[in-house]
């Protein structure tokens, strides 16, 4: 039996709604040794008194729990915190408003003392409500490949954004602090980011077979709120880089829709801070032809149009309207997509 800690890292803000729920999955997950790492991160809600009457009502758990407090700084800043605090030899970061399957840390577990991989992901579900996991089988199959095939399963299917998550991985923490791994103070894309630096470290990586997470899809989280829009775009711009840095520097790859797939939301992004920026199309539309000369956007509409195929239609649809210069339809069209979207 291994005598292996793993260590949960899961930041908490005003989540007085999923932290009962959040907490009862962590407790009845089958691995033994778990240590739970909580970063208040400035709640202001009864997210902190809900996690202490918890932990109250269940004394008899092995699972030691450790809640840090922060002010109000985002994710990015809250998993960094927390992962200089753990004492695990593996990390592993849950959201608190999904769901995970009770023998997640287990079979990761299981994996990565099997294998040399430098972490281990596993698939996973997008769901509005959550719903019960199916049984594992005792013998899942897993898969290994290099970091630089996992690149390419990841650009052939930008659509799967798991390529930029950190809930569906598991990883070494030596390996993290080995390679002076770290999460930008940022409160969107800081996940990707922090990826993107370990998939440009990594040699080896192990896929399990089998939905072992549950993502919910929250309209009130921060990646769907999206209210500050000047940090938002910012952070769009460096994943672009990130991004950027990874795929051409490091594996070498030609021009890919995942990358294509990153530009274009950052222009929809850029898009949607001039609207809010000039109070009104016709000047937004101004603005962005001007913003096209760029030699960043001028330079990342070049790439795009080397790329042999867009997987997703709006992707498409909107460099369409960029190759036709047809700039105030364009406009229109994020200002719906940012009223009703």
Known sequence: MTTA????????????????????????????????????????????????????????????VKILHQKHGGPGSARQLGMEQATGEFLYFADADDAFHPSLIERCVEVLERTDADFVYFDYRSVTKKVEFESLASN????????????????????????????????????????????????????????????????????????????????????????????????????????????????????????????????????ELLLSERGGVLSGTVAWHKLKKDPYFEDAIKYIRDVPRLSNTADKLVMLLVNMRMDLILVVLVKLIGRHG
């Not at 793993?6 to 999955?25: D, G, H, K, M, Q």
């Open 140 to 271: 899942s199959s897993y898969t290994i490949m290099t970091s630089r095939e996992y690149g390419l399963a990841g650009v052939d299917r930008p659509e799967d954004v798991a390529f930029g998550y950190l809930w569906n991985k598991m990883f070494r923490t030596k390996k993290l602090r080995d390679w002076r791994l770290s999460f930008p103070p940022i409160n969107t894309e800081e996940d990707a980011i922090f990826l993107f630096d370990l998939y440009a470290h990594s040699h080896s990586v192990a896929h399990i077979d089998a939905v072992l997470y549950q993502y919910v899809h929250n309209p009130a989280s921060i990646t769907h709120a999206r209210r500050d829009l000047p940090s938002f775009a910012h952070n769009l711009r460096l994943r672009c880089d990130a991004t950027q840095e990874l795929l051409s520097d490091v594996w070498k790859f030609s021009n890919n829709s995942l990358q294509s797939r990153v530009y274009i939301r950052y222009f929809i992004a850029s898009i």
């Open 5 to 64: 800690k793993v260590s949960i890292i899961t930041p908490v803000y005003n989540s007085e709604r999923f932290v009962n729920a959040f907490l009862s999955n962590v407790f009845v997950e089958t691995f033994a040794n778990i240590e739970l790492v909580i970063i208040d991160d400035g709640s202001q809600d009864k997210t902190v008194p809900l996690i202490d009457a918890f932990i109250r009502k269940n004394p008899e758990t092995s699972i030691k």
